[in-house]
């Protein structure tokens, strides 16, 4: 599998489509994997902070018979793991101050983890203000980072690197009106030598390229494709334009 930990390294950019096992309507899905196949992307993550539908396994089902795009779980907590999928974002919420989301959940799933064979990616988790309370932040009682604080970002990202996570992933969360901005990316970008997931309020071909200038190296698109596949061939070229 193309780790997504060699982003940085090989200086490599991409964008993975986000699949909230709840959101997925079936035409919109069919038509978005067959998107891919002349428009491809990077992963698939799957997964959600809330979800009602426990349909994880159909859903990676359903992708690889269609595809062989790695799948990437993207858990809201212990209960979200499925073995499988390729790998899994341990997810560290170092944005917020509830220890159930910065060690207790992972304690619980460790021995699933450790028999699952899933590729396990410790990544660290910064909830970005988006202007309106969002799902992540209500469910993980937690408070966002403020919107216009690049330094807090920086320094709660460089205090992540330093305990050993291998991934930075800044979100606006799902359907964000107000994206992560250039300036809280360059910020992270100076700040860590690790690679910059961002999503969030990714909705258009602008934004997106913002997200990239600013430093990331993999964006993360839900909301808008599970409303508009026809987004996708705009949103990978964006993305082509930096392979
Ligand atoms: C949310 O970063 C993801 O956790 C994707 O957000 O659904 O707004 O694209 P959107």
Do not use: W
Not at 72 to 81: A, D, K, Q, R, V
């Amino acid at each position: 599998m193309a780790t997504l930990r060699k982003y940085k390294q090989t200086g490599r950019k991409g964008i993975a489509v986000l699949l909230d096992p709840d959101k997925v309507e079936q035409d919109a899905f069919s038509a978005l994997l067959d998107l891919t196949h002349q428009h491809p992307v990077d992963f698939f993550f799957v997964g959600g902070s809330l979800v009602t539908e426990y349909t994880h396994r159909e859903l990676i089902a359903a992708i690889r018979a269609r595809t062989d795009v790695p799948v990437i779980l993207f858990p809201g907590n212990s209960l979200h793991i499925e073995p499988t999928a390729d790998g899994v974002l341990l997810l560290s919420l170092i944005s917020g101050r509830n220890p159930e989301f910065l060690i207790g959940q992972h304690v619980i799933a460790a021995p699933l983890l450790k028999k699952s064979g899933l590729e396990i990616l410790p990544t660290g988790y910064m909830v970005v203000d988006s202007g309106a309370p969002t799902t992540v932040s209500y469910i993980s009682g937690t408070m966002p980072l403020p919107h216009d604080k690049p330094s807090v970002a920086a320094c709660t990202a460089m205090a992540g690197e330093m305990l050993g996570l291998q991934l930075m992933y800044m979100d606006a969360g799902s359907g964000a009106r107000r994206p992560v901005s250039a300036e809280m990316i360059e910020a992270v970008r100076q700040a860590v030598d690790l690679p910059i997931v961002v999503g969030g309020g990714i909705n258009t071909p602008d934004r997106a390229t913002a997200a990239l200038e600013a430093g990331a190296d993999l964006i993360v698109v839900g909301n808008s494709l599970e409303k508009n596949p026809g987004l996708l061939p705009q949103l990978v070229a964006v993305v082509d334009a930096y392979r």
